[in-house]
C-alpha cells in the first residue's frame, strides 16, 4: 500500500509539467567545450577546471550519473579512477580512495570500512563519529539531487580537516533553476523485487529559489544464502545458521531477512540572493534506512541489520568573500551487531560551524584564514545496562585554525601552501595538517603539477569509550574467576597518512586529454584490537581481555600510478576509460595479525614485512556515453584484480571466503526520448552475473535489471 501511494505521488508531481520549465540542462544538448572543461571547487576551494587543479581530482557530473544508470551515491563513485567501490548486499556499498584499507588485517567489520575519507554534502560533514565512517545508505539525498560529485584524491585536511586523510567526497546539490516552478520524478521497478522513485518539485521566483526533494527506495536480497563463520560455507535461510557456542539465535540481527536494504529521505534546499554579492540558503532533511550490511561480528555471520534514524539543519552565507556556515545534525542509530548481548544503539548529536574569508591580496596572491569548531556527542542507549559499550554521554570537540596561501608568481607558475591545527580533546593535543602544491603550465595544452601533504585522522567515539567490564565465576570451578573486558583508549595516537604526488596532464588533441598521476603513500599510527592477559585474580583462560591500541611501529607504504582519459572521438560519443596499478606493504605487522595458514603459533610479539593484500593491484572502469537520434545508450563497466579481505574469524575457521577473485562488473543503461521532458529506460548492473562475492562472506552479487521512466521539467 505504502509503495502504491508513493508511486502515485511521485506521478502527480511529474504531471506538473504542463507548467513547469526544465531544471537541467538537456542530455542531448553538451557542448564539446562542456564535456571536456568540467569544474571543480574542491581542489583548491576555487572555481577552475579539473585540468588546471593542482591535487589529483576529478569531478562527476549529474548527467553522468543519470547516463550511467548509477542508482545510489555510492554506486557512482565507481565512474572515478582511484576508487573501490564493493557491493555489500543489494544497494549496499563499501567505498575506499587508493584502498589501504583493512592494514591490521585480522579485525572486524567496523574497522574495515572506510575510516579515512571526509563527506560532505554542500561542505557539510556526514562523517559518523562512532567509530569513524560514512554510511552511504544513511545519506538523505540521492542521485537526482545531485549536481556534481568532486572527488580530492589524498590528504586534505588543511581545507576540509580532520578525518579528510585519504582524501575528500564532496556532493554539491542542485540549487536553483529557471525562473518559475518546475518539478523531477524519476520512478524504476526491477529485479529482486526493487522499487526505486525520486521526485522533487520547487520554484525561482526572482532572487529566491527553494526546492523539495523526496527518495524511496527498496530491494530484496539477491537470495536467502548467508555465510556461516561454523561452517565455513553459505547455507540457505538465516534461521538455519549455527554459532560456534551454541547461542540462540536472535531474528533481529536480520530484520526482514528477505530484504537488503529499504530507505527514505525528504529535503529542503533554499536560497537568497540578498544582492549580487551576498548569498544566504537554508538546507534542512530528514531519512530513514534500515539494511543488511557488513559490520561487527555477530557470531553467526558478516552480515547484521542496522537502522539509521537523522535529521540535519544546514545555514550558511557568502558575503564578499566571508563565507560561514552552521550545521546541526542529530540521529539514532541501532549496528545491532551481537548475538547473545545488547545491541549497539546509540543517539547523537553534531554541532559543526566553519568561517572562512578570501583575500585577494593582489590578482596573483590569494590568503585564505579560517576557523572551525565541531562538537559530536553520543550517548548509549541498551536493553540490558550490565552491558554498556559506551557509559552515558561521550562528547569530542575539536577546535581549529587553518591559513591557505595561493600564490602566482609569474603567469605559469602556481604555488599553493595550507597549513591547519586541530585541538581535540581526546587525545588532548594539538596536531597539524599541511599541503604543499604547484602547477606549472609548459603551455596551454602540458601542465606539471606537484603535491606534498599530510593529514591525520580525529579520535571516534568507539574506540576512545568503549568500557565493558563483566566479571563472572568459572563453571565448574569453584573460586575461580573469569572477567571479559573491552577497553577503548583515549590516548591513542591519531592516524596520520603522508603523501607525495606527481602529476602530468595534456590536451593531446581538442578532443582527447589524458591525466597521468604517480603517487606514493605512508602511513603510522595504525590501530586494533589486541588482546591482553587477564589481571590478577582471574583466571586467563576463562577470559577475554580486550583493548583497542595503536600497533607501535607498524606502518603502511603505497606506490601506484593512475591514467584516466577523456576523448570525444564524435559529438555524440564521449569515452572516458581510467586505471590504477598500486603496490602496497605493511610494515612491522605483529605476527598475531596474521591468518593461521601463515602463523599457526599466533606470536604476538614478532613482526613482519608483507604485501598488503586487501587492495587490488589493478582498479578501474570506463564512462562510454552514445548518442543516437532519441537513444541514450551508456556503458560503464568497473573491474578489480583479485584481492584478499582478512576477518578475524580466520583465526578460527580459516577459511578462503575473503580470497576474491578477479571481478567484471559491467553496467549498461539504454534511454529514449519520448517527448522533449520525457525518457523511458532499461537499466542494466552487473550484466557479467559473477554470482560472488565482493567482500568477506557477503552477498554473493547478481545482475540487477530495471525498466523506469523519468520526467525532467
Known amino acids: 500500500m505504502k509503495k502504491s501511494i508513493f508511486l502515485t505521488g511521485l506521478l502527480l508531481v511529474a504531471s506538473s509539467y504542463i507548467f513547469a520549465q526544465n531544471e537541467e540542462q538537456d542530455l ?3 557542448s564539446l567545450e562542456e564535456l571536456m572543461n568540467i569544474e571543480i571547487v574542491s581542489a583548491s576551494k576555487k572555481k577552475e577546471t579539473v585540468f588546471d587543479a593542482p591535487m589529483s581530482s576529478y569531478t562527476i557530473t549529474g548527467t553522468e550519473i543519470k547516463n550511467a544508470g548509477s542508482n545510489s551515491i555510492a554506486e557512482a563513485l ?7 567501490v564493493r557491493e555489500v548486499t543489494n544497494g549496499v556499498y563499501d567505498v575506499h580512495i587508493r584502498g589501504f584499507d583493512n592494514m591490521p588485517r585480522l579485525t572486524d567489520g567496523a574497522f574495515q570500512t572506510n575510516q579515512l575519507t571526509l563527506v560532505m554534502i554542500d561542505d557539510r560533514p556526514v562523517f559518523n563519529h562512532n567509530m569513524g565512517a560514512v554510511y552511504w545508505e544513511a ?25 579528510a586523510v585519504s582524501g ?47 527518495n ?14 561454523a561452517s565455513g560455507r553459505y547455507v540457505a535461510g538465516f534461521e538455519n545458521l549455527n554459532d560456534p557456542q551454541g547461542n540462540t539465535i536472535r531474528p533481529d540481527l536480520f530484520g526482514d531477512a528477505d530484504q537488503s536494504i529499504k530507505k527514505w529521505g525528504v529535503n529542503l534546499f533554499t536560497q537568497l540572493e540578498v544582492k549580487p554579492e551576498f548569498l544566504v540558503g537554508l538546507d534542512a532533511g530528514t531519512q530513514q534506512s534500515e539494511n543488511q550490511r557488513y559490520y561487527f561480528n555477530n557470531g553467526y555471520t558478516p552480515i547484521s541489520y542496522t537502522t539509521f534514524n537523522s535529521n540535519y539543519l544546514n545555514l550558511y552565507s557568502d558575503y564578499k568573500g566571508l563565507k560561514a556556515r552552521a550545521s546541526l545534525s542529530n540521529g539514532r542509530d541501532n549496528l545491532n551487531p551481537f548475538v547473545s548481548q545488547v545491541s549497539f544503539e546509540y543517539e547523537y548529536n553534531v554541532a559543526d560551524i566553519f568561517i572562512d574569508y578570501t583575500w585577494n591580496v593582489t590578482d596573483n596572491l590569494t590568503i585564505q584564514p579560517g576557523l572551525n569548531y565541531q562538537r559530536a556527542k553520543y550517548t548509549g542507549l541498551y536493553d540490558d545496562e550490565e552491558l554498556p559499550l559506551i557509559e552515558g554521554t561521550q562528547t569530542l570537540e575539536t577546535s581549529a585554525l587553518s591559513l591557505r596561501f595561493d600564490y602566482k608568481p609569474i603567469e605559469k607558475l602556481r604555488l599553493i601552501a595550507a597549513l591547519r591545527g586541530d585541538k581535540f580533546s581526546q587525545p588532548d593535543d594539538t596536531y597539524l595538517s599541511y599541503q604543499f602544491a604547484s602547477t606549472y603550465h609548459i603551455n596551454e595544452k602540458n601542465m606539471l ?21 563483566i566479571e563472572y565465576d568459572v563453571p565448574g570451578l569453584p573460586g575461580y574467576r573469569g572477567i571479559y573486558q573491552y577497553q577503548g583508549n583515549p590516548d591513542m595516537k591519531l592516524f596520520n597518512l603522508s603523501l607525495y604526488e606527481f602529476g602530468y596532464r595534456v590536451k593531446l588533441l581538442n578532443n582527447l586529454e589524458a591525466d597521468l598521476t604517480l603517487f606514493h603513500q605512508e602511513g603510522n599510527n595504525f590501530y586494533s584490537v589486541i588482546t591482553n592477559a587477564a589481571p590478577p585474580g582471574y583466571l586467563n583462560l576463562a577470559s577475554t581481555v580486550l583493548k583497542i591500541d595503536n600497533l607501535k611501529d607498524m606502518k603502511g607504504v603505497q606506490n601506484g600510478v593512475t591514467l584516466s582519459l577523456n576523448w570525444v572521438p564524435v559529438a555524440n560519443l564521449q569515452v572516458k576509460p581510467f586505471g590504477t596499478y598500486q603496490h602496497s606493504e605493511v610494515e612491522n605487522l605483529p605476527s598475531a595479525l596474521r591468518t593461521p595458514d601463515y602463523d599457526p603459533n599466533l606470536n604476538t610479539e614478532n ?73 523511458i529506460y532499461i537499466n542494466g548492473r552487473n550484466l557479467t552475473g559473477t554470482g560472488k562475492n565482493q567482500h568477506y562472506g557477503t552477498s554473493k552479487i547478481d545482475t540487477f535489471v530495471s525498466g523506469g521512466i523519468n520526467f525532467t521539467l
Request: aromatic share 14%; net charge negative.
Open 28 to 30: 542531448y544538448d553538451l
Open 216 to 229: 524511496f527506495q527498496q530491494r530484496d536480497n539477491y537470495d536467502d544464502e548467508y555465510f556461516e563463520y
Open 139 to 163: 545519506l538523505p539525498i540521492e542521485v537526482h539531487d545531485v549536481e556534481r560529485i568532486e572527488i580530492v584524491k589524498g590528504p586534505s585536511a588543511p581545507l576540509f580537516g580532520p578525518n
Open 78 to 84: 565507481r565512474l572515478c579512477p582511484e576508487l573501490i
Open 607 to 679: 613482526v613482519f614485512d608483507d604485501v598488503h593484500e586487501p587492495t587490488p593491484a589493478f582498479f578501474g572502469g570506463a564512462y562510454i556515453n552514445y548518442q543516437w537520434n532519441k537513444f541514450n545508450i551508456n556503458l560503464n563497466p568497473y573491474y578489480m584484480s583479485s584481492y584478499i579481505v582478512f576477518n578475524e574469524n580466520d583465526v578460527v575457521n580459516g577459511t578462503r571466503v575473503g580470497h576474491i577473485d578477479n571481478t567484471l562488473i559491467l553496467n549498461a543503461k539504454i534511454s529514449y526520448k519520448v517527448l522533449d521532458h520525457l525518457n
Open 168 to 214: 575528500v567526497i564532496n556532493i554539491i546539490t542542485k540549487k536553483g533553476a529557471d525562473e518559475g516552478v518546475f518539478s523531477t520524478a524519476d520512478v524504476q521497478y526491477g529485479t529482486q523485487n526493487s522499487l526505486i522513485g525520486r521526485a522533487n518539485v520547487g520554484l525561482k521566483q526572482g532572487k529566491f529559489s527553494a526546492n523539495v526533494s523526496g
Open 449 to 469: 603539477r606537484a603535491v606534498y601533504a599530510k593529514s591525520n585522522s580525529s579520535a571516534f567515539i568507539g574506540p576512545t569509550y568503549l568500557n565493558v567490564n
